[in-house]
């Protein structure tokens, strides 16, 4: 059974950095797509980034672009999401999610997600 467990987030002040980890447990995933998604209360889970197997393509959602840079480290079963130049508005709880399919995307259809990390960007 695939599980996904997220590390690294905290509290920071804007213009800061953070570093978030997603590990996978249960399965190698080279093959799978790392997607990750952030959420505030009374929203629905907006897509930060994907990073397709073996790291061929990566995407990024519009409000993160140039900020936020995806990573995969398959021999550690880790996926890395470097967040630079953190803003208020990148509060939320992050959440990793995982599955096999072929290309990219940024829609919250994965078939596997973690408990998710807490992101606070606040002075």
């Known amino acids: 059974q695939l599980q996904l467990v997220e590390s690294g987030g905290g509290l920071v002040q804007p213009g800061g950095s953070l570093r978030l980890s997603c590990l996978v447990f249960g399965v190698r995933m080279d093959y799978y797509r790392i997607g990750w998604f952030r959420q505030v209360p009374g929203k629905g889970r907006e897509g930060v980034s994907c990073i397709s197997s073996r790291a061929f393509s990566t995407h990024y959602g519009d409000s993160v672009k140039g900020r936020f840079t995806a990573s995969r480290d398959d021999a550690k079963n880790t996926v890395y999401l470097q967040m630079n130049s953190l803003k208020p508005e990148d509060t939320g709880v992050y959440y990793c999610?995982?599955?096999?399919?072929?290309?990219?995307?940024?829609?919250?259809?994965?078939?596997?997600w973690g408990q998710g990390t807490q992101v606070t960007v606040s002075s």
């Open positions: 999610a995982a599955d096999m399919a072929a290309s990219c995307g940024l829609e919250p259809i994965y078939d596997y």
